[in-house]
């Protein structure tokens, strides 16, 4: 479900195509539609957009990391009320 940084690891080498595999898995749609919504405002489309956004990895903590979870605990306290 997270597979961005592979993805994204797989493009940089050269590869323009990729396997899927179907996970039977419990999907939180509300996040994962957050997540598209950050995608659209910031004009990522496809798996090339983030070739020149690579971070290291203290931005990574703070700038996907740190604001994915900052996203679930707003999600789990709307979802509390």
């Avoid at 597979?3 to 419990?26: P, Q």
């Avoid at 203290?58 to 306290?77: P, T, V």
């Amino acid at each position: 479900t997270d597979g961005h940084t592979r993805l994204l690891a797989w493009y940089l080498h050269g590869h323009k195509k990729v396997a899927c595999v179907w996970e039977d898995i419990e999907m939180d749609w509300d996040a994962y539609r957050i997540y598209v919504q950050w995608c659209e405002e910031e004009g990522i489309e496809t798996i090339a957009d983030l070739k020149d956004r690579i971070l290291d990895p203290n931005e990574y903590q703070i700038l996907w990391l740190d604001r994915c979870g900052i996203m679930q605990e707003e999600l789990q306290a709307s979802r509390n009320k």
